[in-house]
């Protein structure tokens, strides 16, 4: 199978596979480009595996700012050029004031030596993140002067999402792709894109039209993927994706 060059494979996608069991998968279905889990790597020999893998890291993925330091230190040995983080729960805080929280714990950062991405949510995960519209992470992105991961599964059904993208398109760093069936009623559940109810195609075009020029990450997880199995469900969503990008001239 040939992945088209802007398919990339989050390690999320993988959730209870070892890194060395993802890095013989990669292999093995020629994934050339990755998100490199943050909770997949706890030592110097993970680091090592993925230096010696061959594998492109496109970014390090992880959750809350909590984690910003240590991903900043990977990414830099790994070659990434983006990290994907939330902004972690707001507590007791009302928006605006965790909004002005979650700048004061980034400024120490800033300004960041690669693209800082921060990633909505769906509004059911408030244990990970306060901000759950690409509209808002797009706000927040201009005001501390980052970037942001537009999470199709978490937006597809926004008001007016290709005016979001176009007037955005500057502060999108990285966009995840996955598919959802209207009625599932539990989260995570993604299902293989094409297998679902979202408008891939359409959406993905409008990031393209828009001058979008980075990845595209499968951010495959939840029951449905599990009951599938890793190989056959990142065989399909990247076969599916690369015949999107291709026919888009991507």
């Known amino acids: 199978m040939t992945v088209h060059p802007r398919v990339c494979v989050s390690g999320i996608?993988?959730?209870?596979?070892?890194?060395?069991?993802?890095?013989?998968?990669?292999?093995?279905?020629?994934?050339?480009?990755?998100?490199?889990?943050?909770?997949?790597?706890?030592?110097?020999?993970?680091?090592?595996?993925?230096l010696s893998s061959g594998v492109k890291v496109?970014?390090?993925?992880?959750?809350?700012?909590?984690g910003l330091p240590r991903a900043l230190e990977l990414a830099n040995r790994l070659g990434a050029p983006a990290i994907v983080f939330t902004t972690g729960p707001a507590g007791a805080l009302e928006w605006n004031d965790a909004a002005t929280a979650f700048g004061a714990a980034l400024a120490p950062l800033l300004p960041a030596p690669l693209k800082l991405c921060l990633e909505h949510t769906n509004?059911?995960?408030h244990?990970?993140?306060f901000v759950h519209t690409l509209r808002d992470a797009i706000d927040l992105a201009r005001r501390f002067d980052i970037h942001v991961c537009m999470e199709i599964n978490a937006c597809w059904g926004e008001r007016d999402l290709v005016r979001t993208v176009a007037?955005?398109?500057?502060?999108?760093?990285?966009?995840?792709?996955?598919?959802?069936?209207?009625?599932t009623l539990s989260?995570?559940?993604r299902l293989v894109p094409g297998d679902g109810d979202i408008p891939l195609r359409r959406i993905i075009g409008?990031?393209?039209?828009?001058?979008?020029?980075?990845?595209?990450?499968?951010?495959?997880?939840?029951?449905?993927i599990e009951e599938e199995g890793y190989r056959s469900a990142i065989a399909r969503s990247c076969a599916y994706l690369s015949d999107l990008l291709t026919n888009s001239s991507a």
């Open 167 to 183: 007037d955005g398109i500057d502060r999108i760093g990285i966009v995840q792709v996955s598919d959802f069936s209207i009625g």
């Open 123 to 125: 509004s059911l995960r």
């Open 127 to 129: 244990d990970v993140s």
């Open 13 to 50: 996608s993988t959730w209870n596979q070892s890194l060395a069991d993802d890095v013989l998968l990669y292999e093995e279905l020629g994934v050339h480009t990755i998100g490199a889990a943050l909770r997949k790597i706890e030592s110097e020999k993970d680091v090592e595996l993925l």
């Open 206 to 224: 409008q990031v393209l039209d828009a001058g979008y020029e980075g990845v595209f990450d499968l951010e495959l997880v939840g029951p449905k």
């Open 58 to 66: 496109a970014n390090v993925i992880g959750v809350g700012h909590s």
């Open 187 to 189: 989260t995570p559940n």
